[in-house]
């Protein structure tokens, strides 16, 4: 099993522009979580998935980012227009079955810098 | 509502010392915990869980946790640590109700000194 895939792994852009980041989650689990990292605000859920529908998007900072699933086996997390205070690592996570009882599997993160 | 908070955000300490990264929650529910851990430049692994049944978890790596209901506390220790355990250690919760997310301390970096 190739475990949750991110792309891509480092990503640096200009303020201003489009970021797309991108998450293969791991076949067959039905539950897919974007979560940011950042040092001073350590890890925060920024939206989840449960079988391709947004459950949770309470986490989202702002109108510039959005995510989509439109396959159980494809994410995307996009930043428009992206702002120096988005960098961050994003991480990509998914898990099967009710919490507790799978694991959740993370995937390497996105470094993400905007300059 | 529930939250998790890791009282110590670094913890140095020297190669075969005991350990422990304390970790506290607070929620309305019954609750899942876990410890996870991320070694540097690498995401998060899954070092242990506690879903019901023996208060004291063991995990890999040496790694065990002991869940105290009354203290809503869920430590993490290991009687000897290496140097390759330095890494940021991640204490989560979760509700046990279907729809129910994980929720994150600020971590702990554990940094292990020869």
């Known amino acids: 099993d190739a475990g949750v895939i991110q792309s891509p792994r480092h990503e640096v852009t200009e303020m201003g522009q489009e970021v797309t980041l991108r998450c293969k989650p791991i076949?067959?689990?039905?539950?897919l979580f974007w979560y940011r990292q950042t040092m001073m605000r350590g890890l925060e859920l920024l939206i989840y998935?449960?079988?391709?529908?947004?459950?949770?998007d309470s986490g989202m900072p702002e109108d510039r980012f959005s995510a989509k699933m439109p396959n159980a086996s494809f994410s995307t997390l996009k930043i428009q227009p992206s702002e120096p205070r988005d960098s961050a690592v994003y991480f990509c996570?998914?898990?099967?079955?009710?919490?507790?009882?799978?694991?959740?599997?993370f995937g390497s993160g996105t470094q993400l810098s905007v300059l | 509502a529930q939250s998790v908070t890791q009282l110590d955000s670094q913890v140095p300490v020297f190669e075969e010392a005991p350990v422990e990264l304390r970790c506290n929650y607070s929620s309305s529910v019954s609750v899942y915990l876990f410890w996870y851990v991320q070694y540097p430049n690498q995401g998060l692994q899954l070092l242990l869980k506690?879903?019901?049944?023996?208060?004291l978890v063991k995990g890999i790596n040496g790694f065990e946790a002991e869940f105290n209901k009354s203290q809503t506390s869920f430590h993490l220790r290991k009687p000897s640590v290496h140097i390759s355990d330095t890494a940021e250690y991640f204490c989560?919760?979760?509700?046990?109700?279907?729809?129910?997310?994980?929720?994150f301390g600020g971590g702990t970096r554990l940094m292990v000194k020869p």
């Open positions: 506690y879903l019901s049944g023996s208060t």
């Open positions: 996570a998914s898990r099967r079955g009710q919490p507790g009882n799978e694991k959740l599997f």
């Open positions: 076949s067959g689990h039905n539950s």
């Open positions: 989560a919760v979760s509700g046990r109700n279907a729809g129910n997310m994980l929720t």
């Open positions: 998935f449960n079988n391709n529908v947004p459950i949770d």
